[in-house]
Every structure is written in structure tokens, then in C-alpha cells.
């Protein structure tokens, strides 16, 4: 494969050798950067892991008086836990899961909170980041996961809530930042995290990334290489006016892997009779000679801020991002009797889609009375314009329908394999060529919104926030057919109350909306639009929450913890084969607790627990679908729990560990489909040689669990990677 990784070695040297890069160690961060979440310190050796705010414009109140769930995991926890993607981030939190895509589903992050779809309510520093792709985290400072009902601050979807990827920016304090790390299975990463000032009040940061790496329990075929570069420059580090330019590229070359079939039981599925993955180890029924999957994302913002006080401040973000797929991957059919008799049909699905985005978003931030009432307020205008292509693969050969009944002839031209010793490297011996056919999808949304924290008393506070949305989306074929539009307005909102029991302690109780319209991801996830739900309104979804936060041992440490019902009463069911309604039920009844922060000087913790009772409670008159009636949600455990914690047994030992466990997730709606519950434990151990190196060990999926996260609907279950040990050195020059 095309291992493109010349330019960022390039920029790398190229940028460890500017003069004027050393590191001021005395140096403080004094900028006025809203973009940075303030974080309490604790003590220069221990760990920082404690967040007091989420770095939103439109949170217009610290963490705790805000009447909502809110994680941030921050890039203490990232670099411990050694997590290099999205999907391996947010593991440290409880209630998020993956759903597994194919083709029509594209294959890349597709996070589930409190069991809904939230694709389309993944933002990048508070801008929509519409485009199937699986992000790196060689340039976020932090993740920001809030739950429930979240459309008054994102827009269209997070029925269960979002999540925002903060970047890292510059700053007032010089530093160079190289880690190289080596380890099993091929693995080889290297980054830069370069912050250069360039006077008193400019600064430029660069990040880099190059990544090469076999999967932990994969055969050797399955690889990922990933390189990337984040450029950005700020002017007015610490004026009233300030401007920042940032660019963001990634690219991948990575050979796609679908894993294990589901086990065909010889009988029907059903809920009484569900089946699993299929006991036959940690096998790979691609084809090197045919299998690919290349991806590229590349994302100019230029951010505007101008402070006419303390009180008040005026920001304006313009963004252009461009997300592209071009992949062929083979699903492990298990249809058609195959898996039962020992074979596996090699079933290949592909995808070329580009998804570009315009956004131009306003805020207007600042603080007032009227009488003996304080606000905190955020008001704001969003223009955006999203497109996405979708094209496919014509693979000559294939056999479809009852012709996949794996035989003679298929082993020989090797459309079939064993379903217990595939080779990777069987040839293709037919030909591909791109599908003349594309589907085009735009969208335009116009949104305004408002945000208000009232302070009644000093105990006592109000939270209050609405937005309206005019979304119009359209879907054509290049060839005239499949040719629907949508076309609606909405309003969502959200409404708080925080009583203070000490300043340190609070209780709160909050209601909120989100609507989902038709085609909400643009062509580019699983909800597409057509001719059964162009004209249907959006769905609406609630969630009411009770909830407690609380700041102890001298505000080192947080304790959250919620209630909540999350209800969609119009949910889209089929009335018949061609006909939907806005007629379905579904509601997750759950509650959640949480923990981070410094329990000692030396000892921080990280954590949760979340127990979600998802049900289709009604999913309408079709009698194919309403036998799924109380069914538990699709991916959607009803426990899970994680526990992240270090401990400084040495000035210069640090040593670490988690375990994550999820109980079992369907992967369809039938229940018909499973893949089994697991506990995943992982180690570390940080040794600082010098001010200028440390060292870190970490050993993932220590027990070398096989383990399934996440289920399809159909087909395949996909396998959680083996165990690894990476070694890495950080070096701060």
C-alpha cells in the first residue's frame, strides 16, 4: 500500500529545527483563549484530570452549576490511557457505544449516547463535523460529552446528547513536544506538539502525526497508517481583538477488516433464540488482492474575537472541511446456510463519498443585571451548507441471492473460503471499476439561538436556552431518479434550575428537546433520505434529568450523578412497505454515576457507571416490526462501567490501570443478534528520566480478551483488538 508518510517526517525535522523554539518552562499561559477549558491544578506531580468548564461559548455556567451531564475527558486522560482514536477515547466513559457500518452505512465513527445516534451531533470546537471518518487524537486538548436532548446547542440530532473535539491551539507559552512510540504488532507512532511565540502577542502551533501499525489479534494483513498535520496561528494572544487560522489534514491507508460472522444456528432467530459471533477465534475472511480503505479530511477554520469588555464579546468562525471514504470491504456473509455448513461467502461492499462543509457561526457572549438579577448570556446566527456524493464500486463476478450458496466453483475462484483457515492472500480474479451512479445530498440550515444563566440567589440559578432551526435538504441521483427534498422548521429548547446546598455541592433538575428531521446526516450515515420519509416531520425527542454534582477534598475531586427518561413519542415506524409515520414510541428510563479527580496528591481516579433501560416501546403497525415491541435498544448495553486510576508511588513512578466492562449489545432491533458482555482491563506505568523525558508503558486488553464492540444488524460482529504493549518515549525540548 501507498505509505505516504514523507511529508509529515519533512515537517517534523523541519520544525524541530526552527530557531526560537525552546522551551520557556517558566513560562504561563495568560491568554484569554475561550477555547481552553480552565483546569485545576492539583500539584506539579500529580495528575491533572479535573475540568471545571466545557470550552463552549454557549455554556454560559461553570460545570457545576449547569443543569446537565456533562464528561470532559481531558488530554491527561488520553495520554494515560494511551488512546490514539475516537472509539478508544471514549471507552473511559460509560454509556457511549459504536454502531458497526457496512456500505449504505459507511464504515467510521458512529458513537451511540444513552442508546441514540449521535453521527450527526459530533462537532469539532463547536462547529458540526458532518463526514463518516474515524478521527485521530494527535490534535485534541480534550473531549466534551454532553448527554441528553442536546438540540438547542448543536442543532439537528443529539437526541441522547454530543460530542465536542477540542482542538489544540496556540498559547501564550513556548514549548516543543516530540512522543515516539514503539511497540507489538508493528506498531510505530510519532508526534509534534510544537507552541512557538512570535512576539508578545503572536503565537503558532504545530501538531503532526505519523502512524503506522499492525491490529493487536489480527492477522498481519490488517493494518492502519494514518498521517495528519494541524498548522494554526493566533494574532492577539492578548488583545481585545484576536484572530486564529487553523488548518487540519488527515489522511489514511488502511486495510479494512469486518471479522466474524454472526453463528447460524440452523433455526430461526428470534429473541428466545438469538445468535452471537461464532466461536472460531480471531480469524480474517478479507482479501488483500481486492480489500482497501482509504479516507482524507482536511478542515480550514479562520476564528474571529473581539472583547468590547469583560462583560461582553463578539466571536465569529468561519469553516470550510472536505471528509472523503474510498473503500472495498469484505462482509463475512453468513446468510444463505454458509456458516453452518463451515464456509464463509465473501460478500464485497464499497463506498466513494466526499462530504464538504460551509459554516459561518456568530456568538455573542457576555454578562448584565436587571435588578437584583445577574445573566450570564450566549446569543448566536449559524449559516451552514453540507453536500455529500455517494458512489459505489462495480465488482465484476460476484454472485448475489441464492448463487452465494458456497460450492465447488466459488472455493475455486475464491468468492468462499473455510470458515476456519481463510487466507488473506487468495487472489481476485475479477475486475472493479466505478459505479457511473451518485447520489447527491445538500442541506442548508439557518439557525439562532440563545443562552441565559440567571442567578435568582446565590444559591439559587436558572437556566434557560432556545433555538430555531429552517432546515431543507434534497437528494438526486446524477441520473434523474430517487429525487426528494425536505423541507422544515423547528424549535427545541432547554430549561434548568441548580440550587447551590453548599458552594461546593448541587442539586439539579432540567428539561430538554432534540429534533432529528429526514436525512439528518447528510447521505452520509443511516438515515437517507427517500420517498418514505421526505414528507414527514422531524422527530422529537425529550429527556427530563434529576441530577447531583458535588466538589470535594478542597474542590480536587467531582462526583456527578442522574436520573433520566429520554422519550421520542413520533418516532419514524412503517405503516407497509413503501409508507412511513411519525407513530413510534421508544424510551430510555437510566441512571448514571461519575468520578474524576485527585483523591491524594499522588493518587487521581477517572470513572462511571451507567445503567440504561432502552425499549422500542412501540415501533408501529407493521406486523414484521411490531413484534419487536419492547425489545431492548440496538447497541445499547444496559450496564456499563469504567474505572481509570494512577497512582505516583515514586517521585518518578507512576503507575496506572483501568477496567471497562459492558454488558451484552444486540445489534438489531429483533434481538435476534448479539455479541456477548466483556471486561477489558488495561495497564500503564510513567517513569520521568529527566524535566525533558518521560517514559510510558502501556499494555492494552491485558488478559487478551477476544471481545466484540460493536454488533451490525446483519452479517458480521466486529472484534475489539488483542493485546499490545506500546513503549513510549516523551521528550519536551
Same mark, same amino acid.
Given at each position: 500500500?501507498?505509505?505516504?508518510?514523507?511529508?509529515?517526517?519533512?515537517?517534523?525535522?523541519?520544525?524541530?529545527?526552527?530557531? @526560537?523554539?525552546?522551551?520557556?518552562?517558566?513560562?504561563?499561559?495568560?491568554?484569554?483563549?475561550?477555547?481552553? #477549558?480552565?483546569?485545576?491544578?492539583?500539584?506539579?506531580?500529580?495528575?491533572?484530570?479535573?475540568?471545571?468548564?466545557?470550552?463552549?461559548?454557549?455554556?454560559?455556567?461553570?460545570?457545576?452549576?449547569?443543569?446537565?451531564?456533562?464528561?470532559?475527558? %481531558? +488530554?491527561?486522560?488520553?495520554?494515560?490511557?494511551?488512546?490514539?482514536?475516537?472509539?478508544?477515547?471514549?471507552?473511559?466513559?460509560? $454509556?457511549?457505544?459504536?454502531?458497526?457500518?457496512?456500505? @449504505?452505512?459507511?464504515?467510521?465513527? *458512529? #458513537?451511540?449516547?444513552?442508546?441514540?445516534?449521535?453521527?450527526?451531533?459530533?462537532?469539532?470546537?463547536?462547529?458540526?463535523?458532518?463526514?463518516?471518518?474515524?478521527?485521530?487524537?494527535?490534535?485534541?486538548?480534550?473531549?466534551?460529552?454532553?448527554?441528553?436532548?442536546?438540540?438547542?446547542?448543536?442543532? *439537528?440530532?443529539?437526541?441522547?446528547?454530543?460530542?465536542?473535539?477540542?482542538?489544540?491551539?496556540?498559547?501564550?507559552?513556548?514549548?516543543?513536544?516530540?512522543?515516539?512510540?514503539?511497540?507489538?504488532? !508493528?506498531?510505530?507512532?510519532?508526534?509534534?506538539?510544537?507552541?512557538?511565540?512570535?512576539?508578545?502577542?503572536?503565537?503558532?502551533?504545530?501538531?503532526?502525526?505519523?502512524?503506522?501499525?499492525?491490529?493487536?489479534?489480527?492477522?498481519?494483513?490488517?493494518?492502519?497508517?494514518?498521517?495528519?498535520?494541524?498548522?494554526?496561528?493566533?494574532?492577539?494572544?492578548?488583545?481585545?481583538?484576536?484572530?486564529?487560522? !487553523?488548518?487540519?489534514?488527515?489522511?489514511?491507508?488502511?486495510?479494512?477488516?469486518?471479522?466474524?460472522?454472526?453463528?447460524?444456528?440452523?433455526?430461526?432467530?428470534?429473541?428466545?433464540? %438469538?445468535?452471537?459471533?461464532?466461536?472460531?477465534?480471531?480469524?480474517?475472511?478479507?482479501?488483500?488482492?481486492? /480489500?482497501?480503505?482509504?479516507?482524507?479530511?482536511?478542515?480550514?477554520?479562520?476564528?474571529?474575537?473581539?472583547?468590547?469588555?469583560?462583560?461582553?464579546?463578539?466571536?465569529?468562525?468561519?469553516?470550510?472541511?472536505?471528509?472523503?471514504?474510498?473503500?472495498?470491504?469484505?462482509?463475512? /456473509?453468513? &446468510?444463505?446456510?454458509?456458516?453452518?455448513?463451515?464456509?464463509?461467502?465473501?460478500?464485497?461492499?464499497?463506498?466513494?463519498?466526499?462530504?464538504?462543509?460551509?459554516?459561518?457561526?456568530?456568538?455573542?457572549?457576555?454578562?448584565?443585571?436587571?435588578?437584583?438579577?445577574?445573566?450570564?448570556?450566549?446569543?448566536?446566527?449559524?449559516?451552514?451548507?453540507?453536500?455529500?456524493?455517494? @458512489?459505489?464500486?462495480?465488482?465484476?463476478?460476484?454472485?448475489?441471492?441464492?448463487?452465494?450458496?458456497?460450492? =465447488?466453483?466459488?472455493?475455486?475462484?475464491?468468492?468462499?473460503?473455510?470458515?476456519?483457515?481463510?487466507?488473506?492472500?487468495?487472489?481476485?480474479?475479477?475486475?472493479?471499476?466505478? !459505479?457511473?451512479?451518485?447520489?447527491?445530498?445538500?442541506?442548508?440550515?439557518?439557525?439562532?439561538?440563545?443562552?441565559?444563566?440567571?442567578?435568582?440567589?446565590?444559591?439559587?440559578?436558572?437556566?434557560? @436556552?432556545?433555538?430555531?432551526?429552517?432546515?431543507?435538504?434534497?437528494?438526486?441521483?446524477?441520473?434523474?431518479?430517487?429525487?426528494?427534498?425536505?423541507? /422544515?422548521?423547528?424549535?427545541?429548547?432547554?430549561?434548568?434550575?441548580?440550587?447551590?446546598?453548599?458552594?461546593?455541592?448541587?442539586?439539579?433538575? !432540567?428539561?430538554?428537546?432534540?429534533?432529528?428531521?429526514?436525512?439528518?446526516?447528510?447521505?452520509?450515515?443511516?438515515?437517507?433520505?427517500?420517498?418514505?420519509?421526505?414528507?414527514?416531520?422531524?422527530?422529537?425527542?425529550?429527556? =427530563?434529568?434529576?441530577?447531583?454534582?458535588?466538589?470535594?477534598?478542597?474542590?480536587?475531586?467531582?462526583?456527578?450523578?442522574?436520573?433520566?427518561?429520554?422519550?421520542?413519542?413520533?418516532?419514524?415506524?412503517?405503516?407497509?412497505?413503501?409508507?412511513?409515520?411519525?407513530?413510534?414510541?421508544?424510551?430510555?428510563?437510566?441512571?448514571?454515576?461519575?468520578?474524576?479527580?485527585?483523591?491524594?496528591?499522588?493518587?487521581?481516579?477517572?470513572?462511571?457507571?451507567?445503567?440504561?433501560?432502552?425499549?422500542?416501546?412501540?415501533?408501529?403497525?407493521?406486523?414484521?416490526?411490531?413484534?419487536?415491541?419492547?425489545?431492548?435498544? #440496538?447497541?445499547?448495553?444496559?450496564?456499563? =462501567?469504567?474505572?481509570?486510576?494512577?497512582?505516583?508511588?515514586?517521585?518518578?513512578?507512576?503507575?496506572?490501570?483501568?477496567?471497562?466492562?459492558?454488558?451484552?449489545?444486540?445489534?438489531?432491533?429483533?434481538?435476534?443478534?448479539?455479541?456477548? &458482555?466483556?471486561? *477489558?482491563?488495561?495497564?500503564?506505568?510513567?517513569?520521568?528520566?529527566?524535566?525533558?523525558?518521560? +517514559?510510558?508503558?502501556?499494555?492494552?486488553?491485558?488478559?487478551?480478551?477476544?471481545?466484540?464492540?460493536?454488533?451490525?444488524?446483519?452479517?458480521?460482529?466486529?472484534?475489539?483488538? $488483542?493485546?499490545?504493549?506500546?513503549?513510549?518515549?516523551?521528550?519536551?525540548?
Amino acid at each position: 500500500m501507498d505509505r505516504r508518510f514523507t511529508p509529515v517526517v519533512a515537517t517534523l525535522f523541519a520544525a524541530i529545527s526552527t530557531p @526560537g523554539m525552546a522551551q520557556t518552562s517558566a513560562a504561563k499561559d495568560t491568554s484569554k483563549d475561550a477555547s481552553l #477549558p480552565e483546569v485545576v491544578v492539583t500539584d506539579t506531580a500529580a495528575s491533572t484530570v479535573k475540568v471545571d468548564r466545557t470550552s463552549s461559548v454557549k455554556s454560559t455556567a461553570p460545570l457545576l452549576d449547569t443543569p446537565k451531564s456533562i464528561t470532559v475527558i %481531558p +488530554l491527561e486522560i488520553l495520554s494515560q490511557t494511551g488512546s490514539t482514536s475516537l472509539q478508544e477515547a471514549l471507552r473511559t466513559t460509560p $454509556g457511549i457505544t459504536f454502531s458497526a457500518g457496512e456500505g @449504505g452505512t459507511p464504515l467510521g465513527d *458512529r #458513537p451511540l449516547i444513552r442508546g441514540f445516534d449521535a453521527q450527526s451531533a459530533t462537532y469539532i470546537d463547536g462547529v458540526r463535523d458532518t463526514g463518516a471518518q474515524t478521527r485521530d487524537m494527535f490534535n485534541i486538548e480534550s473531549i466534551e460529552v454532553t448527554r441528553g436532548s442536546n438540540s438547542t446547542a448543536g442543532g *439537528r440530532g443529539g437526541p441522547g446528547g454530543s460530542i465536542n473535539l477540542v482542538s489544540k491551539l496556540p498559547k501564550k507559552e513556548a514549548f516543543n513536544e516530540v512522543n515516539i512510540g514503539l511497540g507489538t504488532d !508493528s506498531y510505530k507512532r510519532t508526534t509534534l506538539d510544537s507552541n512557538m511565540l512570535l512576539g508578545e502577542n503572536m503565537a503558532f502551533r504545530l501538531n503532526a502525526l505519523y502512524y503506522d501499525s499492525g491490529v493487536p489479534g489480527r492477522p498481519s494483513a490488517v493494518d492502519v497508517n494514518r498521517w495528519g498535520i494541524a498548522p494554526s496561528i493566533k494574532f492577539g494572544l492578548e488583545s481585545p481583538t484576536s484572530v486564529t487560522l !487553523s488548518y487540519y489534514h488527515l489522511q489514511s491507508d488502511d486495510m479494512p477488516d469486518y471479522s466474524t460472522p454472526y453463528r447460524n444456528s440452523g433455526t430461526a432467530r428470534s429473541k428466545a433464540n %438469538p445468535d452471537g459471533p461464532i466461536d472460531v477465534g480471531r480469524q480474517f475472511y478479507g482479501r488483500t488482492a481486492l /480489500d482497501f480503505r482509504n479516507t482524507q479530511t482536511d478542515i480550514g477554520t479562520v476564528q474571529f474575537q473581539h472583547d468590547f469588555s469583560k462583560q461582553l464579546s463578539l466571536r465569529n468562525t468561519t469553516r470550510y472541511g472536505k471528509t472523503s471514504q474510498d473503500y472495498i470491504v469484505t462482509n463475512p /456473509d453468513d &446468510s444463505v446456510g454458509n456458516v453452518n455448513r463451515g464456509y464463509v461467502f465473501r460478500s464485497p461492499k464499497s463506498r466513494v463519498s466526499d462530504t464538504t462543509t460551509m459554516t459561518n457561526q456568530t456568538d455573542l457572549t457576555g454578562e448584565f443585571e436587571t435588578g437584583f438579577i445577574k445573566h450570564k448570556f450566549a446569543a448566536g446566527l449559524e449559516l451552514t451548507h453540507e453536500e455529500t456524493n455517494v @458512489g459505489s464500486y462495480v465488482i465484476s463476478g460476484a454472485p448475489t441471492g441464492a448463487a452465494r450458496v458456497c460450492n =465447488a466453483a466459488l472455493l475455486a475462484n475464491y468468492w468462499c473460503t473455510s470458515l476456519y483457515s481463510p487466507n488473506a492472500n487468495d487472489p481476485f480474479l475479477g475486475t472493479v471499476s466505478r !459505479s457511473p451512479t451518485v447520489t447527491n445530498t445538500t442541506v442548508i440550515t439557518k439557525s439562532v439561538y440563545g443562552f441565559d444563566t440567571m442567578e435568582l440567589t446565590k444559591r439559587l440559578f436558572l437556566n434557560l @436556552g432556545l433555538r430555531w432551526d429552517n432546515y431543507s435538504t434534497h437528494s438526486v441521483q446524477n441520473t434523474g431518479a430517487n429525487n426528494f427534498s425536505n423541507n /422544515d422548521s423547528f424549535r427545541n429548547y432547554t430549561a434548568g434550575l441548580v440550587y447551590k446546598i453548599t458552594p461546593e455541592a448541587s442539586v439539579y433538575v !432540567s428539561y430538554g428537546t432534540a429534533s432529528t428531521p429526514s436525512g439528518a446526516s447528510v447521505g452520509d450515515g443511516g438515515d437517507n433520505l427517500s420517498a418514505a420519509n421526505q414528507a414527514l416531520p422531524a422527530e422529537r425527542t425529550k429527556t =427530563a434529568e434529576v441530577g447531583a454534582k458535588w466538589d470535594l477534598l478542597n474542590k480536587q475531586v467531582s462526583l456527578t450523578g442522574a436520573v433520566f427518561r429520554i422519550e421520542k413519542n413520533n418516532a419514524r415506524v412503517a405503516v407497509d412497505a413503501n409508507t412511513q409515520a411519525v407513530a413510534g414510541t421508544q424510551r430510555v428510563n437510566g441512571f448514571e454515576l461519575g468520578i474524576s479527580g485527585n483523591l491524594t496528591r499522588k493518587w487521581t481516579v477517572f470513572g462511571g457507571y451507567t445503567h440504561l433501560d432502552a425499549k422500542l416501546v412501540d415501533n408501529g403497525p407493521l406486523a414484521a416490526n411490531s413484534i419487536n415491541n419492547g425489545n431492548q435498544f #440496538p447497541n445499547t448495553p444496559k450496564d456499563s =462501567a469504567s474505572l481509570w486510576t494512577t497512582y505516583q508511588v515514586l517521585p518518578k513512578l507512576t503507575i496506572g490501570g483501568g477496567a471497562f466492562y459492558v454488558s451484552r449489545v444486540f445489534g438489531n432491533p429483533a434481538n435476534s443478534l448479539y455479541v456477548p &458482555s466483556y471486561v *477489558r482491563y488495561d495497564a500503564m506505568a510513567t517513569y520521568v528520566v529527566d524535566k525533558n523525558v518521560t +517514559l510510558q508503558l502501556n499494555v492494552q486488553n491485558l488478559t487478551d480478551k477476544l471481545y466484540y464492540d460493536q454488533a451490525f444488524t446483519t452479517h458480521y460482529a466486529h472484534m475489539g483488538p $488483542g493485546r499490545s504493549a506500546v513503549l513510549s518515549a516523551n521528550i519536551r525540548f
